[in-house]
């Protein structure tokens, strides 16, 4: 049997960055099998339908570099891969259920579920209260003909028969067992829009899709009784998929779902990519534009619920998809750990070869950089490549290797700037000029011999000197700066702040 598996997100919105992981873990175990990896849209929702999540999604899976195998941006021989487009397939699956009584037409108004809701405790629209509502089973064929003919809106619900259980075989929770007593009559279809629901929508298309293996969040465990049903009123007993509910991802602090409005009070993004909300004109950063690497992403989420056998944090993608196995997936909801996203960023910014890191500088700050030799960029990369987590970090890091600082940050002039440091920086000045080869091994060398001969205090001078040169006291070595800027560069920097500051 061919592994086949979807990922199938609703496109109501920016995708969350809990649909990447699951995506993920569905493209990983896709490869491991040598399976198809499919995109599914699905958009029965009509009254959520947000139009450009779609694009948003594919966007976000191309950055990532994780290609589906079929959908609607690739074709397949399984479409339409976008559920609104299914409609007339759906169609013929509905009129079975009907026929064999498994569903039922119901007419109840919002007005009217509201109110039994307010007046029965616990309503639930079920075997036990069905008997109680405007719906087919209630009212003449003669009434029910009449009133969709009326164009009445209607829904169409399931008919569960209570006192049956329901086996979910999960490869991650392994064996549930369900009563169906517990479950409602779940609408799934509305002629408000003429589509099914997503409940059965979704069953319909994976069943016809040949998947082999739904891998989905946890939150839709509480819906897979019901969808058992469907494979089993649909007569489909036999190709029903195998499971498996991923642990749901919770705030830092472990209490509750990871929402927006925890990323937006600990500022850590929650969408992959940047989010224009039409309605608020709000621009949400998203991991790309923070300056994430998909491959840190990447490697972040795989671990955000599965755990391999050993202690190894850093993972190609080609490891993850031949390591990457459901049982060892975590029933547990994970805590979101922000810090580690970093700390991964941090990692695969210093496993990049210094080129292609400042590639990336390049495209980040076009405008800042752009009459910069590309070699001197890959050696100020090199230089401070440890300090940054991000590719915007760097010029936080270094911009003063491309522009002379304007102002001297105070807190630094006031500990670093001291009165003896004008004329110390002066005779700086003179011996740099007498220097030939620039190079930080005979700056160093030359500038400690004159520090000694002197007897003069070497951090005082060089941290008075750093200030000169960064305006700050941050960079890394101070001979590095000063072989990197050059003699004339040096010497102009100096010589002003000794003008500034004296
Ligand atoms: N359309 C559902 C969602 O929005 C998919 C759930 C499933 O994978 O079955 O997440």
Redo the contacts with the bound molecule.
Sequence with gaps: MKVRV?????P?GPLHIG?VR?ALYNYLFAKKYHGSFIL?I?DTDSARFVSEAEKYIIETFKWLKITFDEGPHCNGNYGPYRQSERKAIYREYIDKLLSKNLAYIAFDTYEDLEHKRHNIPNFQYDASTRMNMINSLTLSKKETKKRISNNDQYVIRIKVTPGQTIVINDLIRNKININSSTLDDKVIYKSSNNLPT?HLA?VID?HLMKITH????E??LP?TPL?IIIYQYLGWEQTIPIFAHLPLLLNPNGKGKLNKRDSKQSEFPIFPLQWIDHKTKEHISGYREIGYLPEALINFLALLGWTPNNNQEIFSINELSTLFSLDKCSRNGIKFDYQKAKWFNHQYIQQKSDEDIAKLFLHHYANKLENQNFDRIAKIVRMVKNRVNFIKDFWIESDFFFIAPIRYEKHSVQKHWKIESSIQLTELCTLLTSISNFSSKILEKAIKTWIANKNYHTSKIMNACRLSLVGAAKGPNIFYIIEMLGKEETITRIKKAIKVLM
């Design positions: 979807r990922f199938a997100p609703s109501t649909g699951t599914r699905d997503y979704s994976d739904v891998i989905r969040g939150e839709w819906s969808h």
